[in-house]
């Protein structure tokens, strides 16, 4: 696909809110160069919300998969044991597990009340 070229170029900004913290798409901007970008990002950004670290990237540097691409994300085979479901269904088997060993006549010699 042609684009045309222009003047300005499209830039995202990310950023990352303490030295700690991950970096953050926040918003795209256009500009001349990356320096100006950076301007910009700083102009726009930085005065607003406390920022440890900014970058700036040319969006033409970041590469997406195409769609005959994202076919590799499939698994490759079945490996749903891999995945949690959960594990909801062992209170109920636990249930039943205690009602058939805690019967009423188990439960009576425990105090004694069978012996007579």
Same mark, same amino acid.
């Given at each position: 696909?042609?684009?045309?070229?222009t003047f300005y170029q499209e830039f995202e900004v990310f950023s990352k809110r303490t030295p700690s913290s991950q970096f953050q798409?926040?918003?795209?901007?256009?500009?001349?160069?990356?320096?100006?970008?950076?301007?910009?990002?700083? $102009?726009?950004? +930085?005065?607003? *919300?406390?920022?440890?670290?900014? #970058?700036?990237?040319?969006? /033409?540097?970041?590469?997406?998969?195409?769609?005959?691409?994202?076919?590799?994300?499939?698994?490759?085979?079945?490996?749903?044991?891999?995945?949690?479901?959960?594990?909801?269904?062992?209170?109920?088997?636990?249930?039943?597990? $205690?009602?058939? +060993?805690?019967? *009423?006549?188990?439960?009576?010699? #425990?105090?004694?009340?069978? /012996?007579?």
């Open positions: 696909m042609d684009q045309k070229k798409h926040q918003f795209s901007l256009l500009a001349p160069n990356a320096e100006m970008a950076i301007v910009m990002a700083q $102009e726009n950004f +930085m005065r607003r *919300e406390p920022v440890a670290d900014i #970058w700036v990237v040319n969006r /033409e540097h970041i590469k997406g998969l195409s769609s005959e691409e994202k076919v590799i994300l499939n698994r490759l085979d079945n490996k749903d044991y891999r995945t949690t479901k959960g594990y909801g269904y062992l209170k109920k088997k636990w249930r039943h597990y $205690e009602q058939k +060993m805690f019967d *009423e006549k188990e439960i009576l010699s #425990w105090s004694g009340g069978n /012996e007579k």
